[in-house]
């Protein structure tokens, strides 16, 4: 099929040989730029990259466009097609609809966060939410978002001007579901009404860092053994609430010697959950549970935020629409919840959104050998198809 040999040659422009990794605006997004474009415009569309690294196709004529999208940014050593196949499925569409309405297809600068620790900069972009504090934020190498829009060759003063100032009809994203849950009811599609909320922070756990060989068990205070003990806690929270998902995916233990006790420890905490109640309270289960470990091992521990992502329900009406297309087209409907984020959900704060997820086999997602199946690309096709004739 075209669009998974699409997002297969996509994938090989790269910062990293051998794997598909590709940050906010990385040297390789020119090549991903210039390949889109190229087909964009054979689609009958206007294309332009605006000041946020938005790769931005109009087709049709005035009035209100309908918005189809995904982001074309990676995760380190990602699969081919988290993203950008939303992206591919939008421009075959138009290409193959030519829709008697505007629309607009949107590849996002930055969904995932890599770079800059903040995710939706593209989608924010275009709500007006990329103001200066998000533009000052630095990757590890000490470049600002707004540093990276210039070495880009982009101009950061031009951000405000990449903001939806018009009405628009709707949004809509095909993604692949990055979970299991599709293949195990053996359903190709599933219908998005609501995205879980996300909590990120940073739990920073001090100690006294000293020699390994001549400091005794007991006289120790080892941040490292302070934090995986937290860590188990954070499991076994995540295990005792229905729907809730706690994760620690990064830790930076220092000074970092084998023959050290380590006296610092960062670890970055994810909490997620439909209902911002039950995401908000099992945070602060989590964050006292850090200080009483910290204190019954003579340490300190604090705590930073870096990301309070309220959930976010699909629009109802959009969300209907979606399921009469998936009707018409033979196949059952499944509503489910997403618990990643995605664009969807900054999108949904100026306009209608609706998701639509193709099955992950394996549940397989930000990994190499994350894939698709042909016939799930082309049920997911005609149901694209139906809903652009409905809304005609």
Known sequence: MKMIDHCR??????????????????????????????????AGMAVHVDAAGNLRGRFGGEGAPFWIGSHLDTVPRAGAFDGILGVVMAIALVER??????????????EEGVRFGVPFIGSRALIGDAGPDLLAK??????????????????PAGVPDAEVK???????????????????LDLPLGVVDAIA????????????????????????????????E????????????????????????????ANVIPGCVRATLDVRHSADAVRKSALERLIVCAREIAARRGLTCSHR???????????PGLVADVERAVVATGQKVHRMTSGAGHDAMIMARRMPAAMLFLRSPGGLSHHPDEDVLPEDVAAAMAV???FLLNLE
């Open 197 to 228: 909320g996300l909590s990120r922070i940073i739990v920073e756990f001090e100690g006294h860092a000293n020699h390994a060989g001549t400091t005794p068990m007991a006289l120790r205070r080892d941040a490292l053994v302070g934090a995986a």
């Open 9 to 42: 040659a996509l994938a090989k422009f790269t910062q990293e040989p051998g794997f598909t990794t590709r940050t906010f605006l990385s040297p390789p997004m020119h090549g991903v730029h210039a390949y889109l474009r190229e087909w964009m415009e054979r």
């Open 305 to 315: 935020e870096l990301l309070d992502q309220p959930a976010c329900a699909m629009d």
């Open 138 to 155: 630095c990757d590890p190498t000490g470049v600002t978002v707004a540093g990276a829009i210039r070495e880009y060759g982009l101009d």
């Open 97 to 110: 609809v030519q829709p008697a309405f505007p629309v607009e297809v949107v590849g996002f600068s930055e």
């Open 230 to 257: 937290w860590i188990t806690c954070v499991e076994r929270i995540g295990q005792s609430v229905e729907g809730l998902v706690a994760t620690v995916g990064r830790i930076n233990a220092e000074p970092g010697a």
């Open 384 to 386: 694209g198809r139906q």
């Open 166 to 184: 018009t009405p628009a009809r709707g949004y809509l994203e095909f993604h692949i579901e990055q979970g299991p849950v599709l293949e195990s």
